[in-house]
Every structure is written in structure tokens, then in C-alpha cells.
């Protein structure tokens, strides 16, 4: 762990042994009463913890100053067709640490049915990924995270217009098979980007259609196929290289 994440609510009260937090502050820090740790409040800030005391059950209390406001969000939303629920997961994770606005899931037409079916989002383990990534980068806020059951409902919805967007947003769809061009190559920009990725076989022709209906130019990873992690973090770096926040 690269920074202690607390929810809010957790301050004042005492962390159970059994807490992984717990563990990786006794067991892999080796911290001690009295001493300090880099902590955050989840949608707050960052600053310094404080053992207050290791409790005879191994609990611990804790106190926590808040130094620094939590980093801005880069202006970037990626959507995806639902990946494997093993690489969901780790998705998740490495997109939140990247520092994307939002994450959008959906289903497309030549995606794995049963992988919408993941418990991921029931059990809470998608929150936990995005907490995991946030801990990653040292941030304390998470991405937005929705879900769609198609990409048709994703594009009528148009959630990137629900937001408050200094400029109207770039829209880029990666599509190794019917590009208009390579994403590498783009200028540089200021404008906000919005990236969609399909699913492992990619977009069928009427989802490319209906992407470009929706405003959409697709764009090329290279000639390459790609697992969708693989291709969503690409061209994630890639977009943020262009808007210039890799400096």
C-alpha cells in the first residue's frame, strides 16, 4: 500500500486486527505506538496518520491530520465491452490508478454474455478495485463508475454531456479493423476525451456504425490484436499523453 485509505465514517473509530490495512501497517511497516503513516480520506485529501495505540486485541486507534486536497480527476472517461471478470477486476484497478474521470461498462454485440453476469458489483469487489488503484497512485477519489446493458443505451445516453466539461469532448473509439486513422498520431489537445474500447472480438459493423452516428472517429492501436485490458490501458496513456498530463 502506497497510502492508508479511510471512508470518511472510519475516523474516530479503531481498525480490527484483521483489517488488511491493520496488517500492512504492523506486519509489512512494522509501525509502532506513536508512530506516523501516510494516510487519506477517501473524496477528501491526503495527510498524515498517527498510531494512537495497539489495542490488546490488536485492534489499533488511530488519529488523522489532513494536509492536501485530493488531485483533480483527469478529463478522461473510458468505456468498455465487458472483459472477463478476472481482468474486470484488474481493469478496474489500473484505470483508477491511472487517475480516468469515469469507467462506463457495457455490452456489445460480440461480447461474452455470461461476463455482464459478474459478482464483482454485488459483492463489492469492483469498489474495492477502484480503492485499490486509488491506493496505488496515492490518491484519495475514485473514478465514477456506471454500468449499460448495450452500447446502444450507452451512446443514447450520452453520459459524458451529463457532466461539467470545460469543452466539448474528444470521441474516440479504438478499432483496429475500420480505422480512420492511428490514435499515436493525434495533436495534441486540450479538450476532454471520451474513449471506447469493444469487448475481445471487437465491434461488429453495426456498432461501428452506430459509433459513428454518434460522433465517434475510429481510431487504430496499432496492426496488433490486443487482450481489452490491454487495449483500454494503450489507449488510455495514449489520451492523456495528448492532453498533456503525462508531464
Not at 477528501?44 to 498517527?50: K, L, M
Not at 491530520?65 to 478522461?76: D, N
Not at 475514485?142 to 459524458?160: M, N
Request: some cysteine; hydrophobic content about 40%.
Amino acid at each position: 500500500m502506497n497510502l492508508i485509505l479511510f471512508e470518511a465514517d472510519e475516523i474516530g473509530k479503531t481498525l480490527s486486527r484483521r483489517d488488511e490495512r491493520t496488517i500492512h501497517l504492523l506486519k509489512v511497516l512494522h509501525k509502532k505506538n506513536g508512530d506516523r503513516f501516510e494516510a487519506g480520506i477517501l473524496g477528501t485529501g491526503s495527510g498524515i496518520g498517527s498510531i494512537e495505540k495497539i489495542n490488546f486485541d490488536g485492534s489499533i486507534s488511530f488519529s488523522f491530520e489532513l494536509q492536501s486536497p485530493p488531485f483533480p480527476r483527469l478529463p478522461v472517461r473510458v468505456a468498455v465491452g465487458f472483459p472477463r471478470p478476472i481482468q474486470l477486476r484488474r481493469l478496474l484497478r489500473d484505470l483508477s490508478s491511472l487517475g480516468v474521470q469515469a469507467i462506463d461498462l457495457f455490452g456489445t454485440e460480440l461480447g461474452e454474455k455470461s461476463y455482464r453476469d459478474t459478482k464483482l458489483f454485488g459483492s463489492g469487489g469492483a469498489h474495492a478495485a477502484l480503492i485499490e488503484g486509488a491506493v496505488q497512485s496515492r490518491d484519495t477519489t475514485i473514478p465514477a463508475l456506471s454500468v449499460f446493458s448495450r452500447l446502444e443505451e450507452w451512446l443514447h445516453q450520452r453520459p459524458w454531456e451529463q457532466s461539467s466539461l470545460p469543452s466539448a469532448p474528444l470521441l474516440i473509439a479504438a478499432d483496429n479493423v475500420r480505422s480512420e486513422g492511428a490514435m499515436s498520431r493525434l495533436p495534441p489537445t486540450s479538450r476532454p476525451t471520451v474513449l471506447a474500447i469493444g469487448s475481445e472480438r471487437g465491434w461488429s459493423d453495426r456498432e461501428r456504425d452506430l459509433l459513428e452516428a454518434g460522433g465517434f472517429v475510429r481510431l487504430s492501436l496499432g496492426s496488433r490484436a490486443l487482450r481489452t485490458e490491454t487495449a483500454c490501458i494503450a489507449a488510455t496513456v495514449l489520451a492523456i499523453e495528448k492532453i498533456g498530463e503525462l508531464g
